[in-house]
């Protein structure tokens, strides 16, 4: 018996176009001996769902591998609804990106065969990030991320206003349109769209990047991952906090948001020549050359 007995399949609900990729995954999972179960808010056709159709919640307990097919949007949602279940996850990549869904769709066979039968694969940690508000002393909130925390004016467009805090020290006092609290894993997306560093996976740090601060000295600041950052809200209309950009919580002024280190991490489970370096060329197009 192999060491994946039990593997499901999750995939992007009401995308028809992933069922030819998800039947064939199924195929595969039969075809090395073990049992798959198919998350049933992906839409089979009847005649295929019989015993692999689960509700996957339910069947938690028994599962020791999920396969998530679609794109990172994907993965970010199943990282956070799973990860106090210590399940490995492995991606395979039908988005635009595929920064944590590294495998691509048309190598699904060999890399799979490889992965669960051969057991080549290397097995990675990722940590994630939560967020607690409390308003007038209690708490109303609480969500992880893998990806990053966003803190962010509303569509009014004003500038909202807070200080910061690291470890009960004042940080500073801040008016912009927001602030991210980034993972390594979300390094590469919205932060390093607003100008934040890239982070290797593997180091043990949260980066804090202003969103268009008012004063030009603010920049963005990487601290150790085991401290403690509080953001008390003092004003901004409309303020929401975003956790994945997936879901989001109305921040009113007083508002006290705390953020840390997720104490699980997610486990990511990546083909024999997976390269982070290699990715960051490829997805970032770092092998260009200039004309």
């Known amino acids: 018996m192999h060491k994946f007995s039990n593997i499901a399949i999750i995939a992007r609900p009401n995308s028809g176009h992933l069922e030819q990729y998800v ?48 794109g990172d949007g994907t993965m970010l949602s199943i990282a956070r609804k799973l990860v106090q279940h210590n399940i490995p996850l492995i991606g395979i990549n039908q988005g635009k990106l595929g920064f944590v869904t590294d495998i691509a769709i048309d190598e699904i066979a060999p890399t799979l065969k490889a992965m669960i039968c051969q057991q080549e694969f290397i ?8 967020a607690t508000i ?24 004003s500038m909202i206003e807070f200080s910061m805090y690291i470890d009960n020290e004042m940080v500073c006092s801040q008016k912009s349109d927001g602030l991210i609290f980034a993972t390594p894993t979300g390094s590469t997306a919205y932060s390093l769209a607003a100008g934040g560093p890239i982070l290797h996976p593997n180091s043990k740090v949260i980066s804090i990047v202003p969103l268009c601060p008012q004063s030009m000295s603010n920049r963005p600041i990487v601290v150790n ?30 508002d006290v948001i705390t953020i840390s280190k997720s104490v699980q991490p997610i486990i990511l489970l990546h083909p024999k020549n997976y390269s982070y370096y290699t990715t960051l060329r490829n997805k970032l197009h770092w092998a260009k050359r200039l004309s």
């Open 225 to 254: 991952d085991d401290v403690t950052i509080q953001v008390n809200m003092i004003s901004g209309k409309e303020a929401v906090i975003h956790s994945d950009g997936q879901e989001y919580l109305s921040i009113n002024n007083g």
């Open 123 to 130: 097995a990675e940690e990722r940590s994630l990030i939560t």
């Open 23 to 70: 039947l064939q995954i199924v195929a595969l999972i039969l075809e090395f001996g073990a049992t798959p179960f198919v998350d049933n808010q992906f839409e089979l056709p009847k005649e295929f769902q019989q015993y692999t159709y689960s509700d996957i919640e339910a069947v938690l307990p028994q599962l020791n591998l999920i396969i998530v097919i679609g």
């Open 134 to 157: 409390k308003r007038e002393n209690q708490n109303i909130y609480y969500s992880h991320a893998l990806n990053d925390i966003v803190l962010s004016r509303g569509a009014i467009g």
